[in-house]
């Protein structure tokens, strides 16, 4: 059916999961029977293998926001549901919205 999910919820944080493995972090602005948009979006990046041996061997992750890509994407993401696995709201206090929250602060 195309009836809607109710996932739109600008108010809150939530981590979007996909089956490409990917997992986007933002605010779902709205919601048609197919499509979620995806606002203020971030992903997580494990250091990547131009670090230094010694940062592969304890890689960090890093929160990056979607549009500095070199294809410059806009910040806007319209996710097909069909290519969603599960979605989850974000606590406040997680360590990730801490990080997205003082990101957006900069």
Same mark, same amino acid.
């Given at each position: 059916g195309s009836r809607e999910l109710g996932f739109s919820n600008p108010n809150v944080w939530q981590a979007i999961f996909l089956n490409s493995n990917q997992v986007y972090f933002g605010r779902i602005v709205s919601e048609t029977g197919k499509v979620l948009v995806l606002k203020n979006i971030y %992903? +997580? &990046? +494990? $250091?990547? !293998?131009? $670090? !230094? @041996?010694? @940062? &592969? $061997?304890?890689?960090q992750p890093q929160l990056i926001k979607l549009g500095n890509e070199f294809h410059g994407p806009a910040d806007e993401m319209r996710i097909n549901k069909q290519n969603i696995? %599960?979605?989850e709201v974000l606590r406040s206090d997680s360590q990730i919205v801490r990080a997205i929250e003082s990101a957006e602060q900069k």
């Open positions: %992903y +997580v &990046q +494990v $250091a990547d !293998s131009r $670090a !230094s @041996e010694k @940062e &592969q $061997a304890n890689p696995l %599960y979605i």
